[in-house]
Structures are given as structure tokens and as C-alpha cells.
Antibody
Framework: EVQLVESGGGLVQPGGSLRLSCAAS????????MSWVRQAPGKGLEWVAN????????YYVDSVKGRFTISRDNAKNSLYLQMNSLRAEDTAVYYC????????????WGQGTLVTVSS | AIRMTQSPSSFSASTGDRVTITCRAS??????LAWYQQKPGKAPKLLIY???TLQSGVPSRFSGSGSGTDFTLTISCLQSEDFATYYC???????????FGPGTKVDIK
């Protein structure tokens, strides 16, 4: 069974940093592109970042470029999101999602982890 | 960047109704369009991809159509478990990015 379990969320002050983790199991993690998607409270979904199977390609939404870094450790079946210079508008539930091979769609999602940026 | 719009943003319906949600892309995206269902406090669930291909395990009352810039999601006979928010998502610009529509909330009349 495919499982994605996020952790690392919490309350952080504006300008602070946080590192999210996503533990993957039930599939060959190193074979898939992975993504982070976020959802601000009461708002819609926003794609945040993508990373290729070997980590050689990474893409970001404009609003996080230069502040967030997506990475992965295939030996540990883990995906990460390092978030620096956090702003109030980064407050959201952050989901990790597996990009399918048949089509670049999100077939599996984690349960999400809440990041709150507030003083 | 490709922008996605959905209409309506919300509406009320009754069990048994046939409902249609529209999604429009700011430029042609061929059939690179997916639909997701999300219930409160839960992660989204994939319903349809490639504009009209039903994800495995999704009931056949869900269907999708369209290509280019205009797409629709239809629920042929609304069930109680279908009251949720629905999002379209383009993946034409993958891997450089994805864009979701703003969502359509379907609630009980």
C-alpha cells in the first residue's frame, strides 16, 4: 500500500525557517517524480515544487523561488522541503504527492502537515 | 503562466441531480487536465485525468470531457458522498509547474 506521511509542520515566526519531511513507503520511491502542494486555510490548492527521480531537476512556483528548496534522499525514501524566510502567506497545509508515471497527475497524497507563520 | 478558472464557484444541489462543473484554461492545454475531489480535512482524491479518463476505482457516474481550453466534469446522479469541493488541474506545463483551478464547492440544497 502506498503511504506518504508528512511531518515537521508547526508554528514559526515571520522570517523563520522550517523543514518538512515526507516518508514514503509501499512503492519504489526512486522511480517517481515527487511534489509538494499547499493549501492555505479555507483556500484552494497551490502546487509548490517538483523534483525529478534523481534530484537533478527541480521546479518551483514563482512565489517560493529563492526561499524554498525541495530535495530527496532515495536511500531513506524521503522527500523534504526546506522553507526559509517564511511569510504569513506561506501559512498552509503542505501535502507531499507522488507524480504518476502514466500521466503527470497526483495519484497519491499524504495527509498534510500544517505550517503556521505568525508572530 | 497558465491560469485556470472554474464556474460556478459554489452551488447547492440535491441527491440524484445531474451536475456539471466547468473549467477553463487561459491557453490551450490539449487534454492535459485532471479533476480532483476534496472533502473537509482530507487530501484531494484524483477522479479523472487526460480530461476524460476515469481513475481506477472512481464511480462511473463521474465523467469528464473537453480539450484545448474548455473542460467539464459531470456527475450524472449526485450521491450523498459527492458533496465536496472539486478542483481542475492542468499539467500541460509539467515539469515546470502545475496549476489548479480555484475550486467548485457542491453542497446540499
Amino acid at each position: 500500500e502506498v503511504q506518504l506521511v508528512e511531518s515537521g509542520g508547526g508554528l514559526v515566526q515571520p522570517g523563520g525557517s522550517l523543514r518538512l519531511s515526507c516518508a514514503a513507503s509501499g512503492f519504489t520511491f526512486s522511480s517517481y517524480w515527487m511534489s509538494w502542494v499547499r493549501q492555505a486555510p479555507g483556500k484552494g490548492l497551490e502546487w509548490v515544487a517538483n523534483i525529478k527521480q534523481d534530484g537533478s531537476e527541480k521546479y518551483y512556483v514563482d512565489s517560493v523561488k529563492g526561499r524554498f528548496t525541495i530535495s530527496r534522499d532515495n536511500a531513506k525514501n524521503s522527500l523534504y522541503l526546506q522553507m526559509n524566510s517564511l511569510r504569513a502567506e506561506d501559512t498552509a497545509v503542505y501535502y507531499c504527492a507522488r507524480v504518476a508515471t502514466i500521466s503527470p497527475i497526483f495519484g497519491y497524497w499524504g495527509q498534510g502537515t500544517l505550517v503556521t507563520v505568525s508572530s | 503562466a497558465i491560469r485556470m478558472t472554474q464556474s460556478p464557484s459554489s452551488f447547492s444541489a440535491s441527491t440524484g441531480d445531474r451536475v456539471t462543473i466547468t473549467c477553463r484554461a487561459s491557453q490551450g492545454i490539449s487534454s492535459y487536465l485532471a479533476w480532483y475531489q476534496q472533502k473537509p480535512g482530507k487530501a484531494p482524491k484524483l477522479l479523472i485525468y487526460a480530461a476524460s479518463t476515469l481513475q481506477s476505482g472512481v464511480p462511473s457516474r463521474f465523467s469528464g470531457s473537453g480539450s484545448g481550453t474548455d473542460f467539464t466534469l459531470t456527475i450524472s446522479c449526485l450521491q450523498s458522498e459527492d458533496f465536496a469541493t472539486y478542483y481542475c488541474q492542468q499539467y500541460y506545463s509539467y515539469p515546470w509547474g502545475f496549476t489548479f483551478g480555484p475550486g467548485t464547492k457542491v453542497d446540499i440544497k
